[in-house]
């Protein structure tokens, strides 16, 4: 059950998809900064145990639905919209469904922000570029995206968010914030998400084969979570003439392959490294240019790959520790 607000001059926040990844780390950081927060989830990739620590935080409340759906009625100064699965293979499961939570859901909270006055954070991508024809990537790029691929549910629907926020803001006055997320990492992540940061890490601790698809000479930009939230925060406490879109991520560019023989040294893993198939549309490089963010926000990251692997790893590890111990309990009952 929601709780009522009251008459508190508390600053609220919604904050949708909050008991996702990037989600969770928002709430905690709201309840932070002073904030009344509410995180709604559908739970489709968000965990009740990424919030479970700020559930006896008066200032916290937790709804279950989904943001295609009415979105609770409330005194808001800020919307977060996080709701989305953001893994390839979470949103390709329901293609339809990711598209309608890009779309609808951003409509929702549009709406909703015009009635409230709130300022709107919507959580883009660096899916939006495609598989770049230009690296690194800047805001000005428009992209070269497959409209009927199996990754456009998601990518297309990124891309026709962005055009709401923005008609939204010249059309009404929303104030917005745009942010194109690189690839990110570190705790709450779901262990069985499907990226590939989690995926070589749980591979690896293990004792599974990691996957190399293509031979893993695709790059990427991998960002920790810290950094990247960071970004958010000094994005949002901007001026509202600072509306983005803005690239938020690492510019440090590693092959996947890179990756893999990273987390194999600082696991001690002997797993083995197999070759798949390129999956269809993968784009082949990915690089923020974050002039941009520098420029404006002054933001940059500042925690290298080494010590955010090392963080997360030890999260994992817990995690499976976790588990097992969980298994085992069940078993003895």
């Known amino acids: 059950?929601?709780?009522?607000?009251?008459?508190?001059?508390?600053?609220?926040?919604?904050?949708?998809?909050?008991?996702?990844?990037?989600?969770s780390h928002i709430c905690r950081r709201l309840l932070i900064e002073g904030y009344k927060v509410l995180c709604l989830d559908n739970l489709q990739t968000g965990r009740l145990k990424n919030i479970a620590p700020l559930l006896d935080d008066p200032s916290f409340s937790y709804i279950t639905s989904d943001v295609r759906a009415s979105?609770?009625?409330?005194?808001?100064?800020e919307i977060w919209n996080l709701a989305c699965p953001a893994s390839p293979p979470r949103y390709q499961a329901d293609?339809?469904?990711?598209?309608?939570?890009?779309?609808?859901?951003?409509?929702?909270?549009?709406?909703?922000?015009?009635?409230t006055g709130a300022r709107v954070f919507q959580?883009?991508?660096?899916?939006?570029?495609?598989?770049?024809e230009v690296h690194p990537q800047t805001e000005s790029y428009r992209g070269a995206v497959n409209t009927i691929g199996p990754r456009s549910c998601y990518d297309e629907g990124k891309r026709a968010a962005e055009t709401?926020?923005?008609?939204?803001?010249?059309?009404?006055?929303?104030?917005?914030?745009?942010?194109?997320?690189?690839?990110?990492?570190?705790p709450n992540m779901d262990p069985h998400d499907g990226r590939v940061v989690s995926n070589f890490i749980i591979k690896a601790l293990t004792g599974a084969?990691?996957?190399?698809?293509?031979?893993?000479?695709?790059?990427?930009?991998?960002?920790?979570?810290?950094?990247?939230?960071?970004?958010?925060?000094?994005?949002m406490r901007a001026p509202a003439s600072i509306t983005g879109p803005l690239n938020i991520g690492n510019p440090e560019e590693f092959k996947v392959s890179q990756l893999a023989a990273i987390v194999l040294e600082m696991t001690g893993s002997r797993s083995r490294l197999i070759d798949s198939p390129l999956p269809k549309d993968d784009p082949q490089q990915r690089k923020p240019d974050i002039s941009a963010a520098?420029?404006?926000?002054?933001?940059a990251p500042?925690?290298?790959?080494?010590?955010?692997?090392?963080?997360?790893?030890?999260y994992f590890r817990s995690e499976i520790e976790l588990d097992s111990a969980l298994a085992l309990k069940r078993v003895g009952e």
């Open 1 to 23: 059950m929601v709780r009522n607000w009251g008459c508190s001059q508390m600053k609220h926040a919604l904050v949708t998809g909050g008991a996702g990844f990037l989600g």
């Open 71 to 77: 979105l609770p009625v409330g005194d808001y100064t």
């Open 95 to 115: 293609p339809v469904g990711t598209m309608m939570t890009n779309v609808l859901g951003m409509k929702n909270v549009l709406d909703l922000a015009l009635k």
């Open 123 to 132: 959580a883009s991508t660096s899916e939006i570029y495609g598989d770049p």
């Open 164 to 186: 709401l926020c923005f008609d939204y803001h010249r059309e009404h006055g929303v104030e917005v914030k745009v942010a194109r997320i690189f690839n990110t990492y570190g």
């Open 209 to 235: 084969p990691l996957e190399l698809f293509g031979g893993g000479f695709q790059t990427r930009s991998f960002c920790y979570v810290d950094d990247l939230i960071n970004g958010f925060f000094s994005f």
């Open 294 to 299: 520098q420029h404006q926000l002054g933001w």
């Open 302 to 314: 500042k925690i290298a790959l080494s010590e955010g692997l090392a963080r997360t790893i030890a």
